[in-house]
RNA sequence: GGUUCCGUGGCGGAAUGGCUACGCAGAGGACUGCAAAUCCUUGUAUGGGGGUUCGAUUCCCUCCGGAACCUCCA
């Protein structure tokens, strides 16, 4: 079975088919450091961690590169500045924000079970390719200097739109497209912009400024995976206009027919049936969902994030939902339970590989993992070993699963709290059942499931006296 | 207005030109004083209308409904 993937930029699954098997590259925009990932930014980080971890199954692990940028040159970043830490130089609040950010970032994905990707570029490493490729583009006709800005001319590049379907006449139908005096073409868009003296900036050729934001990718990615390379990945709305510019830019500088030869895009993410916005109150960072209680009421562990995204296909959309969270941890468990400590590999059938290499078909693997399950269960090898290589190959034996240390720890320290309490209520309701006292019996289970204890009524097997066993309901 | 995509049971979701998987929830039963837990059994779906076909949920057309993008939001 070979790997088949969806690009974007046919509209069909095609086989793949890498430039150097020796060397499989793959870029995936990264976050804007200027506040937590929210967990809509997990998707992409976890899809094409899944692919990674595919390509380093089926290439080599030594045979694939991953380039993941951070883009900590924006306008966004220097607004956050100046709002947390006021009075402070600019430049070094920036840095204050970056490196905040920056690190949060690594720890989150790390609970969700990313692996770190070849190389991490940063936007500001790379200022001086940008400037190189600026002037190369300029120097080639396709990108001019008006109004303090460079400007990326649209009209100069035959086939401009090609990724997203959209045509240039179609765009200025739509009049929404903001008009600037100075733009040759409303869909002309900046490579550079000059910075005021308080501003970030670099010293190039057009004067102190700073990068736009799409030539930080076409620079970053040709500097570690050279001019047309394998895989492009990224949010389903970076398709237009930040891919396609990226296009224009990247070919219109190195002269070549394509950037990339698979464009992938992961879809969108809604929370409880609606788009995650904080005026709706339903914005979620990882770090939130994953240490605090602000999402239904308790901590979600990164695994059981990752494998409620992995339950759906990486182009639908998904609902993020408790119940659907609940599922997710349901799931999980119980396969981890029987296949975290066996060895993966094994030659097993490979159905559940063979899903994922189907456009990393992760609901299908979800659905053949439950159904080798029952053969897991039986204690049948290739069954264990087949749902760990699952784990595996999705990368869920690797995400954190802390949260249920701290839920035990909270029913720990509940059971301390109270244990004599529960102790004392149980036994007067032994002594009801004994006397048939039913009511009162059930009145005290009540009242102990008012406080979170749920119990069982269970009978001694050896002597068959009755006891009450009891646990803190979550 | 333009571009792109999606409609399968209560929910999540797979697959297929020929009884529509699987999981969760639900229902019934066993067990229990009653519950819980566990075990056994089980009902329910391809948005509407055309077309191609022996046969369409699958392919084509159309309508309805929904989403994203056209605004430096993954």
Request: with cysteine; glycine share 8%.
């Amino acid at each position: 079975m070979t790997l088949r993937l969806y690009n974007t930029l046919t509209r069909q699954k095609e086989v793949f088919v890498p430039i150097d098997p020796s060397n499989v590259r793959m870029y995936v925009c990264g976050p804007t450091v200027y506040d937590f990932a929210h967990i809509g930014n997990a998707r992409p980080a976890i899809v094409f961690d899944v692919l990674y971890r595919l390509l380093r199954h089926t290439y080599g692990a030594d045979h694939v590169t991953y380039v993941r940028n951070i883009t900590d040159v924006d306008d966004k970043i220097n607004a956050r500045a100046l709002r947390d830490y006021p009075g402070m130089p600019l430049n070094e609040a920036i840095r204050h924000v970056t490196e905040k950010t920056y690190d949060q970032y690594q720890k989150d994905v790390t609970a969700l079970g990313c692996l770190p990707p070849t190389v991490q570029p940063r936007a500001t490493e790379h200022i001086k390719g940008m400037v190189e490729m600026i002037r190369t583009l300029v120097g080639r006709g396709h990108a001019y200097e008006a109004g303090g800005e460079v400007l990326f001319d649209v009209s100069s590049m035959k086939d401009y739109g090609a990724l997203s379907g959209r045509k240039l006449e179609d765009q200025m139908a739509g009049a929404r497209v903001a008009v600037d005096a100075h733009k040759k073409n409303p869909g002309d868009f900046v490579l550079w912009k000059q910075s005021s003296p308080e501003e970030p900036g670099w010293e190039s050729p057009w004067g102190r400024g700073r990068p736009g934001w799409h030539i930080e990718c076409s620079v970053m990615s040709k500097a570690h995976l050279g001019e047309v390379f394998d895989i492009h990945g990224g949010g389903l709305d970076l398709i237009f206009p930040h891919h396609e510019n990226e296009i224009a830019q990247s070919r219109c500088a190195h002269g070549t027919s394509v950037m990339a030869n698979y464009w992938m895009h992961n879809g969108f993410l809604q929370v409880e049936g609606q788009k995650m916005s904080k005026s709706l109150g339903n914005f979620y960072s990882i770090h939130e969902l994953m240490g605090t209680d602000a999402f239904g009421g308790r901590p979600w562990s990164g695994d059981v994030l990752r494998t409620a995204m992995l339950m759906s296909h990486y182009r639908q959309p998904i609902d993020f939902t408790v119940p659907r969270l609940r599922e997710a941890e349901a799931k999980l468990s119980k396969y981890r339970e029987i296949a975290l400590g066996a060895v993966g590999g094994g030659d097993s059938f490979n159905r559940i590989e063979n899903a994922l290499l189907d456009d990393l078909n992760t609901p299908l693997a979800f659905t053949l993992a439950d159904s080798i399950y029952n053969d897991a269960l039986d204690g049948k090898n290739w069954a264990i070993a087949e749902l760990a290589k699952f784990l595996n190959l999705t990368g869920l034996a690797d995400a954190t699963s802390q949260n249920e240390a701290i839920l035990a720890q909270r029913d720990l320290d509940f059971s301390l709290a109270n244990d004599d309490l529960v102790e004392a209520k149980l036994s007067e309701r032994l002594a009801a059942r004994k006397a048939k006292d039913w009511k009162k019996s059930d009145e005290i289970r009540d009242q102990l499931a008012a406080m979170g204890v749920s119990i069982k009524d269970v009978k001694d097997p050896a002597s068959g006296e009755l006891k009450t066993e009891w646990e803190v309901k979550r």
